[in-house]
């Protein structure tokens, strides 16, 4: 991913920092006020992060083990002190001199208030949360990265230019499987997930298994990979496929595009940080930086997160989420759906091998202007809640045109960025709905059926989490679908598309302004100036 996101609030009180903004809360099920305190207490909520833990471990009290320890808090507390003692990092709750105290606590699950479903590990805020506060700073000497890969794998096999991801991915494997608890990162490596806790939809995915599996075999598995170069710091024994495809899941998951280097770009896996997990509405953002003020920079880097600072949002579908990190939105305002729009010219050879279908005389026309713009006849487009895109408008009004439109002027001439006519316009929304309600048609059970299993609670639990994560996918894609449908055909009667007889451009490249349009009709002075490279507003 490019960019890793937190939540932030200038609210009162800033609940936690789980997968979506939506409100969440913690394993009672029940986001009250209470199960967030208790939630609290869990990740540590003492004047330490994990006193809690301790607290109860002295009691005998902590969980159903009763003193022999809950491996999530533990790992959660090793993590903690390896931040603190390999990387100064301060996650007090109490101030210090010249620090303030840290505003968040881990827990060992987080869940969607919406949804009810596990979110896993996720950090929650002690305190309230500031527009622009500085959350945690993580030195880089304690990320994984390309260059801290190489280091520890060698540059003779890591070479200079090997691509972030792979680098990254191999010192994973070698860090968890190899080293095991001799790692120096193994506290880190030790709240990373197994791969059925993180992305389950990676395994099913044949497209990025396949590419997954290339990648493996030309530069670990196949033959003159890395194994077969340098098997004592790459056993195969170790380095297998499984192992990849889980070393992709933390990278899919969990990597951090951090910005503002002294090198520039650097992708990165950062302790701590990336325990927090996605919204599609937050502000804030992770970047890095070079240590100390502005008048003493001690030459070293940190990773920062910051609260609230205006910057470019993660504008992921649920289908990408789901892909990606395992889990989808409810409430995601960057949802869309793929709506694939495929048009055949009906040249004389197509005309000639398929009964019935008249010859267009412009089909060879439209597929050279195609070619010409780099377009294919068959384009995926995606389709929003509230709106679809103007390409798709574009492409649609070209592939609609006739001769009556044309007459005789080329397919060229004519800005398909505006109405070409009513009739081709007309055409234009139609094929969207005919498209739209294809793919609607594709799915085998409606979207009333799904939502009556999603209301049947007991039903809906027998189902395991990917299968309820499926259901309420495929659902919200039959939602949006249907807004789009709606929407079109509103369209359609608003700008009075609905009836017979409608005209033509007759050869005119100015384009219309239909009923409902606010837009201004271009005059013939200003379309000759837009031909010459001049598209001066004459008004």
Sequence with gaps: MSNAFAPSSNCQSLRALPKGMNQHFMSSGDGSEDAWVKALLDAGGGPKPGEFEED????????????????????????????????????????????????????????????????GRGLLARRSIND??????IPMDLCITRKSARRTLGKD??????N?????????????????????????????????????????????????????????????????????????????????????????????????????ERLAMVPYADLINHSAFSQAFIDARESGDWL??????????????????????????????????????????????????RTEKVAAENEGIEVDPLAEEKVAFLKE???????????????????????????????????????????????????????VLQSVVEAVNYQLNLYPQTEEDDANIIKDKALFRLLNYNQRMAVRHRRNEKRLLKRTLAALEKQIRNKGLDVDGLSRAEGSTLGQVLKGETRKEKTALEDKLEKMGLPIDIR
């Design 164 to 264: 972030e991801y792979l680098a990254i991915a191999c010192q994973l494997i070698h860090e968890k499987y190899v080293m095991g608890e001799e790692s120096t990162m193994a506290a880190y490596i030790g709240v990373l997930p197994e791969v059925e806790e993180g992305s389950p939809v990676v395994a099913a995915t044949k497209s990025l298994q396949m590419k997954l599996r290339r990648e493996y075999d030309a530069l670990l598995g196949g033959e003159g990979g890395l194994i077969e170069k340098f098997p004592d710091r790459f056993p195969k024994e170790h380095f297998t496929f499984d192992n990849w495809v889980w070393a992709f899941t933390m990278l899919f998951s969990r990597a951090i595009r951090l910005r503002n280097l002294q090198v520039g």
């Design 157 to 162: 096999a890591l070479e200079e230019g090997i």
């Design 56 to 119: 109860m471990k002295m009691k005998g009290l902590l969980g159903p083990n009763r003193g022999k320890g809950n491996t999530k808090l533990s790992a959660n507390s090793r993590l903690i002190k390896w931040l603190e003692d390999e990387g100064q990092v301060y996650l007090s709750e109490s101030s210090s001199w010249g620090e303030a105290p840290h505003p968040m606590a881990i827990s060992t699950e987080t869940k969607d208030e919406i949804t009810n479903e596990s979110s």
């Design 373 to 427: 713009v780099g377009r294919d006849q068959t384009v995926d487009f995606p389709c929003y809640a509230d709106r679809y895109p103007v390409e798709m408008l574009e492409f649609l009004r070209l592939m609609m045109m006739t001769p009556e439109d044309t007459r005789g002027k080329k397919i060229s001439d004519f800005d398909y960025s505006r109405t070409i006519s009513p009739a081709n316009e007309a055409a």
């Design 132 to 137: 622009g506060d500085e959350l945690l700073k």
């Design 296 to 345: 003493f920079k001690t030459g070293d880097e940190e990773v920062i997160l910051y609260a609230d600072r205006g910057y470019k949002k993660m504008e992921q579908s649920n289908a990408e989420l789901l892909l990606l990190y395992g889990f989808a939105l409810e409430r995601n305002p960057y949802n869309s759906v793929d709506v694939t729009v495929s048009i055949v010219p």
